[in-house]
């Protein structure tokens, strides 16, 4: 496994509250909850663009075109 890339983070105290509760309520700790997060949605960022894709390839079909390229 890579070694996991540190950095800080600087957010306001109002939201690290929320994260902590939100954290505590799923039993991760505040460092887990973020990254849980920032991971569901970079796949849904990578899902919608893959929808796109797929969209635009079907449409280019559909209209006798070629496929469009990744």
Do not use: C
Not at 49 to 68: D, I, M, S, Y
């Amino acid at each position: 496994m890579k070694p996991r890339k540190s950095f800080l983070l600087r957010i306001p105290p109002e939201l690290y509250t929320e994260l902590e509760a939100w954290a505590e309520q799923e039993m991760r700790s505040v460092n887990g909850q973020i990254e849980y997060l920032l991971h569901d949605a970079a796949v849904r960022r990578r899902g919608d663009r893959q929808r796109h894709a797929n969209r635009k390839e079907t449409n280019a079909t559909r209209e006798g075109e070629a496929p469009a390229e990744p």
